[in-house]
């Protein structure tokens, strides 16, 4: 299983946040994460994706195993150079829109994983997503 | 890439490949409103059977598709939502709201046939 990782795609063009979700969902495949949770996290990373290459003008992904209460689990990392979120709380509410009224999905995403982080300034945006077996 | 809409009477027909860009998607979109104006047709069948997901991005091409769809005077059905799919997008609070969808494209089609037929006041349908 460690021989899969690390793994860290570029995000710089709209087919990269293709290839993101599907070695995301092929990591959680080889996991052994059911189909509903392999799609919640492959979901969740499109969106994040998105963001990053949309709102970040590009970033990366990277894909590391992660360990909580002694479950296994996946940590997925998008990181973009971008102007930032200004108001992380605003953005976690529902019906909060910015882009072209879609908002950022992030109230969306957050409710597939199990556990997300965000962390964000002018210049640097991290976004931590974590989904584990048998939660 | 080029998304293939085939017509059957006066329904179109067409199925979303998986993992469209977000630029083939609006591509899609455009395409699907002209072929529904120049082919005038009556109705239009999405078959989404083949996304393994479908994310805000693609649920709002969807959604719109068919709300414009709706604006030129077609019935639209989506088919095919896998159950995965049907998960993320309830949970996301990002389910397709306001368009009709079935199981399959065989029901797909009987939906279309009946509401196309009943607005024509088709009486051979008795």
């Not at chain 2, 083939?24 to 002209?34: C, P």
């Not at chain 2, 120049?38 to 693609?58: E, F, N, P």
């Amino acid at each position: 299983m460690d021989s899969l990782f690390p793994v860290r795609l570029d995000i710089l063009a709209q087919v990269d946040i293709i290839f993101c979700r599907q070695k995301v969902r092929e990591i959680a495949v080889a996991w052994g994460f059911g189909l509903a949770d392999q799609t919640r996290l492959a979901t969740a990373v499109s969106e994040l994706t998105r963001n990053a290459l949309e709102h970040g003008g590009g970033g990366s992904c990277q894909i590391v195993p992660c360990q909580k209460n002694g479950r296994d689990g996946i940590r997925v990392v998008i990181e973009d150079n971008g102007p930032g979120i200004a108001d992380i709380a605003q953005a976690l509410q529902d019906g909060y829109s910015t882009h072209r009224g879609m908002g950022l999905g992030l109230p969306a995403a957050k409710r597939l994983v199990h556990g997300m982080d965000i962390e964000s300034r002018p210049g640097r945006t991290v976004l931590l997503i974590e989904m584990f077996l048998n939660n | 890439m080029k998304v293939a809409i085939m017509k059957l009477g006066d329904v179109l027909i067409t199925a979303i490949p998986v993992d469209l860009t977000d630029e083939d998607a609006v591509m899609f979109q455009s395409d699907l409103l002209g072929e529904i104006n120049t082919r005038d047709a009556k109705g239009v069948i999405i078959d989404i059977s083949a996304l393994d997901l479908v994310d805000s991005y693609m649920a709002r091409i969807i959604n719109d598709s068919a709300t414009m769809a709706g604006l030129l005077g077609a019935e639209v059905v989506v088919c095919g939502m896998q159950p995965q799919v049907t998960i993320t997008l309830i949970e996301m609070g990002r389910e397709l709201l306001g368009v009709d969808t079935a199981l399959n494209l065989d029901l797909a089609m009987e939906i279309i046939l009946a509401k196309t037929h009943s607005e024509r006041g088709d009486q051979r349908d008795g």
